[in-house]
């Protein structure tokens, strides 16, 4: 069973610029989470995207957004990008209802200069 | 605001040698996660516990939840090299109704021959 994807794995963008992340979840997982890490602030929620609707979202600032398809796969987008967005980007799908595991992706390192 | 604090953050035990990371966290609790991170990688899932009194084993790595004392440990026995990592807790708020989760800081473990 192939496990989560997430496309680019690095990327640099320069500031203003915007980015958009892909991440395509475990085959029949309907629930996809997103989390930035960064050395000072840590892992912290992003949003979750569950059958196409967000259900959740983290205190981020609005220029960070996201959808799900009808695939389940998810994109991220940052627009206007900052040098404080350079972060690794990690996905993690589950199957929802009963089943608690959530399985992460390698993550997108974005480089913002 | 759900807080999870996780002690110590930085860990050197010798092969061979007992250890316990703790994980407190703030409010009340649906679920907690314990992750693993090695330099440059994603997260691996160890453990999901469900509820209180759970213990779960896998290897030399046992972990625990009382939720009353809203306390998780990850205990280590007779370590080796091979556990050198960065290890997470994570927890789901009650009530989140969505795969949201609050990340301590992580315990730095590096097992010393």
Known sequence: KAGVTQTPRYLIKTRGQQVTLSCSPISGHRSVSWYQQTPGQGLQF????FSETQRNKG???GRFSGRQFSNSRSEMNVSTLELGDS??????SSFGGSSYEQYFGPGTRLTVT | ELKVEQNPLFLSMQEGKNYTIYCNYSTTSDRLYWYRQDPGKSLESLFVLLSNGAVKQEGRLMASLDTKARLSTLHITAAVHDLSATYFCAVEPSGAGSYQLTFGKGT???VIP
């Open chain 1, 46 to 49: 992003l949003f979750e995207y």
């Open chain 2, 108 to 110: 730095k473990l590096s």
């Open chain 1, 87 to 92: 972060a690794l980007y990690l996905c993690a």
């Open chain 1, 59 to 61: 205190n981020f600032p």
